[in-house]
């Protein structure tokens, strides 16, 4: 069965920064689109970043252009999201989530992971 | 950056009611419109996308309908497990974008 297990979470001060990793199995994980979706507490959903099965294209929401940064080993069935110079408005539930069309250009989310918490404060 | 209504952003209903929440886009989208519920503490759960079409293992009882701006998402005879967070997601471009979100409570 297909398991997204999050890790990497945890407090960091403002102008931090933070390395996610979210590794995957029970699914070729090299054949698929993965995203970042965050959820601020008591808020909703927000899409982070997209990469391509093979990492030829990366997306990003506007929010963290230039500062996130999302890559993958497929060697290690491993999703990354480096996350720098992290503001207060960071702070959120960060999900790995698998994209459902192998070899696609970035759709919907069929699994998730269970999310690790970033926090953001002095 | 496509902009998305989800409407209400919260809706008190009934055991065995009929529920609809509305998604609206900013621009047309074609049918490229995912739903998902979310429980407290949870992860999302995908329920439909291509707009109706129901994921495996949803019960029947979910539906979607719509296409271009105006989307809705109707349970039918709701169920005790119902009850959680339901949000919109649009998959037409970049960057991918999510309803406010409607939190479906008990009345």
């Known amino acids: 069965q297909v398991q997204l297990v999050e890790s990497g979470g945890g407090v960091v001060q403002p102008g931090g920064s933070l390395r996610l990793s979210c590794a995957a199995s029970?699914?070729?994980?090299?054949?698929?689109?993965m995203h970042w979706v965050r959820q601020a507490p008591g808020k909703g959903l927000e899409w982070v970043a997209f990469?391509?099965?093979?990492?030829?294209?990366?997306y990003y929401a506007d929010s963290v252009k230039g500062r996130f940064t999302i890559s993958r080993d497929n060697s290690k069935n491993t999703l990354y999201l480096q996350m720098n110079s992290l503001r207060a408005e960071d702070t959120a539930v960060y999900y790995c989530?698998?994209?459902?069309?192998?070899?696609?250009?970035?759709?919907?989310?069929?699994?998730w992971g269970q999310g690790t918490l970033v926090t953001v404060s002095s | 950056v496509i902009w998305m209504t989800q409407s209400p952003s919260l809706l008190s209903a009934s055991t065995g009611d009929r529920v609809t929440i509305s998604c609206r886009m900013s621009?047309?989208?074609?049918?490229?419109l995912a739903w998902y519920q979310q429980k407290p503490g949870k992860a999302p759960e995908l329920l439909i996308y291509?707009?109706?079409t129901l994921q495996s293992g949803v019960p029947s009882r979910f539906s979607g309908s719509g296409s271009g701006t105006d989307f809705t998402l109707t349970i039918s005879c709701l169920q005790s497990e119902d009850f959680a967070t339901y949000y919109c997601?649009?998959?037409?471009?970049?960057?991918?974008?999510f309803g406010q979100g409607t939190k479906l409570e008990i009345k």
């Open positions: 621009q047309g989208i074609s049918s490229y």
């Open positions: 029970g699914f070729t994980f090299s054949s698929y689109g």
């Open positions: 997601q649009q998959y037409y471009s970049f960057p991918r974008t």
């Open positions: 291509a707009a109706s």
């Open positions: 989530a698998k994209d459902t069309f192998a070899y696609g250009s970035g759709s919907f989310f069929d699994y």
């Open positions: 990469i391509r099965y093979d990492g030829s294209n990366k």
